[in-house]
């Protein structure tokens, strides 16, 4: 996986608090759909209820847990494009309209992998980039993609675990970015290594604590 989308939206002012807004949202995702149809040939049909409905489910889970961004405000971010990717995965806004004619042996592990799961490979992509464009913005370094992020096997387990649980998504997508997934409660900001890590150190000391 690459930083495609990073590319389209690094220039966009503000991005962190325009991605919070429904319209900036929609078009968004419409332009990563757009990218990937560019580049792997992948053509989706969206739903803008169901996108929207996403969009809402999202902004009502943030909100309840924001308060922990004042902690780790790097972490925080990557944690909310996880609760992003939980709710596209869950409500499922694309399904693929048409999609390239390839044979199985020409195909590059990328290939692979969006062949498996277009639309997994569609919202991860769009969390994966929108992650990386906030971190240039704010602090001058995107995080670095394992290489678990290319391996189709991890994205089998990806795709098994997030339809019996999908607050799964959000640990993977911690994977996928080098941080410390928590497989056991992923949708708690609480619970995350790096927000606990925050809590006990000196510097913590000085910063108001969440309530609840």
Not at 48 to 74: H, M
Not at 76 to 97: D, M, N, S, Y
Request: hydrophobic fraction near 45%.
């Amino acid at each position: 996986m690459d930083f495609l989308f990073r590319d389209e939206l690094v220039h966009m002012p503000d991005l962190r608090h325009r991605l919070r807004q429904l319209r900036w949202f929609r078009m968004a995702f419409r332009k990563n759909a757009a990218l990937i149809a560019e580049h792997y040939g992948y053509h989706f049909a969206i739903d803008e209820t169901r996108l929207t409905r996403a969009f809402l489910n999202w902004v009502e889970t943030v909100e309840q847990q924001k308060s922990y961004a004042q902690i780790d405000r790097k972490d925080f971010i990557i944690f909310a494009a996880g609760l992003v990717l939980k709710e596209l995965i869950t409500i499922g806004p694309a399904t693929v309209r048409s999609h390239p004619k390839q044979s199985e042996s020409q195909l590059t592990e990328m290939q692979e992998i969006i062949a498996f799961w277009p639309e997994g490979f569609l919202y991860t992509n769009y969390c994966v980039g929108a992650i990386a464009a906030i971190c240039e913005q704010e602090f001058g370094t995107a995080p670095k993609i394992d290489a678990c992020a290319d391996d189709l096997r991890t994205w089998w387990s990806y795709r098994e675990n997030v339809r019996e649980m999908p607050d799964q998504a959000i640990a993977f997508l911690d994977r996928f970015l080098g941080a410390e997934p928590n497989w056991i409660m992923p949708n708690l900001a609480s619970a995350r290594s790096a927000i606990q890590r925050a809590l006990v150190s000196p510097k913590s000391s000085s910063t108001t604590l969440p309530n609840g």
